[in-house]
């Protein structure tokens, strides 16, 4: 019987220590919740943490499923964009691409969902990029604010003859402008400096919001993520609301609900190198009456834009922190979370110390 004890003693230690380990580990664990509404690039920031502070490539399967991603993007913008030239009335600048529409067309929505492999991708692939080559398809594109259609479709359509090759394999940069809507709660763990930081990447779309409740415990930052190239957009689910309207809503709830008064919040002004493009391009006075600064400066849209989500905020003492961030350029997202870093874990040893 002593002996029976003995062991069970041994054994409740063990159980005790590893207890023990694992809170000290939970303990240092710095929990970063990522928010914002669909598209913002939330799971584009994740891509890259798992380049710059990950493996630094993606594995072989992910790879494959990747490239039949790509295959899928390519395909649907442009379904979409041939749907948007025959409802904007543009007429084609060769009518004989007219009788090649079908071919794109015919794929439906479940076909897409189900995936396209390479045999099915390589028949389409000369007829979208004749497609992208014709003046009524770009004209379209131009108008895309009048339409959902992603933004990274221009870097494939671009790319279309070394996507269609057989021994295509996706680079990084094709993998961060790949797109796949976010469903449901993914988490990654990264260590970097030998601290371990676990990041939950969300759905934004309104549908999936109402599981953003279920991660707001132990959260030590938010990261908000804002699309501020949407200024001109409407958001999907009822193709009224502004983009940027949605998301400085949505933000305002975040920021101001008391279970993160101890909480950082840093907001990511995102896709930084589309609304530079834009701003030229796209008058902000037609989307935000009350715009004073200069119209044709990215610089006046930027922190109009930031001061939009700054006075949403009640607590004035509190610090605010934000940065202009392009997601898809891993030398900018280095840099940027270099200083984000800095400030949570700054952040985090004030908590720590006041427990």
């Known amino acids: 019987m002593v002996c029976c004890f003995g062991k069970k003693d041994e054994r409740t230690k063990t159980i005790e220590k590893e207890l023990h380990k694992e809170r000290k580990i939970m303990r240092r664990q710095i929990n970063l919740l990522l928010l914002g509404s669909g598209e913002s690039g939330k799971s584009t920031f994740v891509k890259q943490m798992h380049i710059i502070h990950g493996a630094g ?5 992910e790879v494959r499923a990747y490239r039949q991603q790509i295959y899928q993007n390519a395909i649907s913008a442009m379904r979409v964009l041939l749907d948007a030239r025959n409802k904007l ?3 084609w600048e060769d009518p004989k691409r007219q009788a090649e529409v079908e071919k794109v067309m015919r794929f439906t929505v479940g076909d897409l969902l189900k995936g396209i492999d390479f045999t099915t ?3 389409v692939a ?13 004209k379209t594109y131009e108008q895309r604010n009048l339409f959902q259609i992603s933004d990274s479709c221009q870097y494939f359509f671009e790319h279309i003859p070394r996507i269609a090759m057989p021994d295509f394999y996706p680079t990084n940069r094709d993998i961060l402008f790949c797109r796949k809507a976010t469903r449901g709660i993914s988490e990654h763990i990264f260590e970097i400096n ?3 930081f676990r990041f939950i990447d969300v759905g934004g779309q309104r549908s999936q919001r109402q599981k953003w409740f279920q991660c707001f415990t132990d959260i030590t930052s938010i990261l908000f993520m804002v699309a501020s190239n949407e200024y001109d ?12 309207v949605e998301s400085r809503s949505v933000f305002e709830t975040i920021v101001n609900n008391r279970a993160f008064s101890n909480v950082s919040i840093i907001l990511f002004m995102n896709k930084n190198d589309l609304l530079q493009e834009k701003v ?6 037609q989307y935000f009456t009350d715009f004073t600064g200069d119209h044709t400066l990215v610089r006046d849209v930027q922190f109009f834009l930031v001061d939009k989500f700054e006075a949403s905020r009640r607590d004035r003492a509190r610090p605010f922190f934000y940065h202009f961030t392009t997601a898809v350029d891993t030398e900018n997202i280095r840099r940027v979370f270099r200083d984000v870093r800095e400030s949570i874990l700054e952040q985090n040893l004030k908590t720590l110390m006041m427990q």
């Open 57 to 61: 490539e993606f594995t072989a399967d």
């Open 89 to 91: 009335g543009i007429a």
């Open 121 to 123: 991708f390589v028949e």
């Open 126 to 138: 000369p007829i979208i990029s004749d497609f992208w080559n014709d003046a009524a398809i770009r």
């Open 194 to 196: 030998k601290i371990p």
């Open 233 to 244: 957009q409407v958001i999907l689910e009822d193709r009224r609301t502004n983009r940027v």
């Open 280 to 285: 030229p391009k796209s008058d902000i006075r």
